[in-house]
């Protein structure tokens, strides 16, 4: 039997977040509808677990901790955001978020990519190169994040959509990467 540790790593932090959330005390409910929703995150560039709790005051400012799955990157990420929420006039039970924090995630190898080098007088002949590599890294970086959630009413769900652009550092190289994704959350 082999031994993964950020398997372990994962299931840690699944477990983790989940005891904050079963001991952490009742807020009273904002003006979103909800004090703390649990539920899932699915995007283009990773999906996962979403938690997002208000904190207690009349500011409509709330901690969101998302736990994700990186498929491109073979790897996980834990990333925590403080986010400001402005309920939609029009329409009640919608509210306009931004927000920015961090994140640090481990992926067992680097990004595939091709390198085309061209040559000759014309530039007509190439060649593809495919970058593998086995290593495990550590990354950590800056999150943005600006969204719209809608508390359905009568139901105890909320939905929404975000836009969450990052800035990632991992051995020694850089990159500024683009994540959308849609999520649903149980509330309470």
């Known amino acids: 039997m082999n031994f993964n540790p950020n398997i372990s790593v994962m299931k840690f932090l699944y477990r ?6 079963l001991t952490a005390p009742a807020a009273y409910a904002q003006k979103g509808g909800y004090t703390t929703g649990i539920g899932l995150r699915a995007g283009g560039y990773s999906s996962g677990l979403t938690v997002k709790h208000f904190l ?13 799955r990186e498929y491109a990157a073979r790897g996980g990420r834990l990333t925590l955001l ?8 029009d329409i009640k039970g919608l509210q306009f978020y931004y927000g920015a924090g961090g994140h640090v995630g481990s992926y067992n190898g680097r990004y595939y990519f091709t390198d085309r080098r ?9 060649y593809e190169v495919y970058y ?14 600006l969204g719209l959630e809608y508390k359905l009413p009568d139901l105890p769900f909320v939905v929404g959509v975000d836009y969450k652009p990052f800035f990632e550092v991992f051995d020694g190289y850089t990159g500024l990467y683009s994540d959308a994704a849609f999520s649903l959350r149980f509330v309470f």
């Not at 207690?56 to 994700?68: H, R």
């Open 16 to 21: 983790l977040v989940l005891l904050l959330l």
């Open 56 to 68: 207690s005051g009349k500011n409509n400012v709330a901690f969101e901790g998302l736990l994700t």
């Open 82 to 89: 403080l986010e400001k929420h402005m309920p939609v006039s």
């Open 118 to 126: 061209y040559y000759g007088r014309k530039g007509k002949d190439y």
């Open 132 to 145: 593998e590599e086995d290593r495990n890294y550590v990354a950590f970086g800056a999150d943005l994040i």
